[in-house]
């Protein structure tokens, strides 16, 4: 029953919406040129929307591009956040706000076993010292302006639509150019003993929704609470297709991080209270529903049928 809108940056070569047309989503949401770092833009978005929620998930997600591009990150996944923000103070306070926070904010687990709205925050990456710039903005722009701002903490959030750039989509990715024969070459990884709380992203962005139906605006942990490394990640996926993943994987200096996070397990109690959040869907499940589309979108390649824009061959 809403209305949608959302805002795409406008660039010289086609705008990169692959992900709503095999949803067909295209045609049913409005879309608002905008770019974070350009504030004029955000108020002229926002008074031609004139929205009563707004999602912001925009960002530069890529935790090992932030080494890279630690400015850019900056001005997008801090700054932009006290844009939007400052746009909503001086002008309509009463739309509610949604920050995309992320579990990359704690840098690690200090002691404790799984990690909780209260624990330690002590990012190691460019982009996690930016989100924590962010979620400490929505604290403060909460209690200093009373604006319905929310952090939703989301651990890592994976589903067929994961860009192949991160880790769980590279994997399946290739998983399914195994299967049906399409390369022969190894996939290169980086930290495999890295353990990361993976869960299926339509669950958690439902959450997004709920947490801004509350009564008032909170921090949400989203987590299953179970923690997997990246080599169970790649060995469940290969042996769904009857291989030995060691065959057809090498560790690769390139693709490690100059600081890695080594642990993040997310403990979800406090939204599980609040509003009843569950998982769902376990990690051998997420695993199979990925590998799964990628052998669909190959052997529609095979056949010479459309495939998603991003899926390349021998990639
Ligand atoms: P992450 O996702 O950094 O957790 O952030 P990513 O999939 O990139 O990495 C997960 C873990 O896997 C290790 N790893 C590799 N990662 C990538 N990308 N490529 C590799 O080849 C590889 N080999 C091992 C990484 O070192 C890391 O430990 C995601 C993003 O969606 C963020 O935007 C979001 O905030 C967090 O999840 C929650």
Redesign the pocket.
Known sequence: GYEVSGTVRRVSSPTNLWRLADLGLLGRINLIPADMTDVGSLIAAISQAQPNEIFNLS?Q????ASFQMPHTTAQVDALGVLNVLEVIRYGDKSIKVYQAS???IYGGMVDSESLDENSPKNPASPYAVSKLFGFHTVRMYRKAYGIFAVNGI???HDSIYRGL????R?ITNHVAQVALGLTKEKL?????D?I?DFGFAPICVESMWTMLQQDKPDDFVIATGIGHS?KEFVEYAFSLIDEDWREYTEVSQT?M?PL??ARLVGNPAKARAQFGWSPQVTFRELIEIMVEADIRRWKQYKLGKNFPWDVVVGA
């Open positions: 960002a997600s890529f935790v090992g992320s579990s990359e989301l651990f890592n750039e991160f880790v769980s590279k290169r990884l980086g930290n495999l890295a990361r990246v693709e991080r890695d996070v």
